[in-house]
């Protein structure tokens, strides 16, 4: 039986980036918790490889309280402290700071809104970009709507959330669909949003 067509970035040699990229990748996600696990988890992957996020996914599940952004935003410097010594996450100060002023942020964004998800489906009218990608050169680093995401986080203040973080937020979370042309996921992905 032949493998189906996947986006030339997926080593099939590890199942579980086959795996997150078979069921969740491109999906487009409304759980506010859900968006700030993969803002989280973005910002944690600035100058990392995806995959060495993934693998800790779980570690940074349990160190930052489920993803819940009320309970991160009261995270204190010895919470901050004991963080930095847990080895299921990546052990960076700065970004470790980061989680606890964007739950903060993020928690603001909330009341204004309504949801976070309101606020942040905005940069794309609430409706997912559908990009015509074929090969892996073809992959966009980020866009207008990820560049103007970016500024108006860092203007809330949120660390951490640079435009090409912010686009590889909005890959993850379904705002845009980059799976290739010939990716099996592609057209599965479209078909969720009717």
Request: with cysteine; glycine share 6%; proline share 5%.
């Amino acid at each position: 039986m032949t493998a189906p067509c996947r986006c030339p970035w997926v080593d099939p040699g590890k199942p579980d980036y086959v795996a997150y990229h078979d069921t969740e990748w491109g999906v487009p996600v409304h759980d506010d918790r859900l968006i700030f696990e993969f803002i989280t988890l973005e910002g944690a992957q600035a100058g990392l490889s995806w995959y060495t996020i993934l693998r800790r996914r779980e570690g940074y599940r349990q160190a930052f309280a489920g993803f819940d952004p009320e309970l991160v935003a009261r995270f204190d410097n010895d919470r901050v402290s004991a963080l930095l010594q847990d080895q299921g996450i990546i052990r960076n100060r700065a970004k470790v700071e980061a989680t606890v002023t964007n739950a903060r942020a993020f928690l603001k964004v909330q009341a204004e809104f309504g949801s976070f998800d309101t606020y942040i489906w905005r940069f794309v009218d609430g409706t997912p970009r559908v990009s015509e990608l074929r090969t892996l050169a073809d992959f966009p680093v980020t866009s207008p709507e990820a560049e103007a995401l970016s500024r108006d986080l860092k203007q809330r203040g949120f660390r951490f959330v640079g435009p090409t973080i912010c686009y590889a937020h909005m890959q993850a979370t379904g705002m845009v669909n980059d799976h290739t042309i010939d990716c099996f996921r592609r057209s599965e992905v479209i078909a969720s949003y009717r």
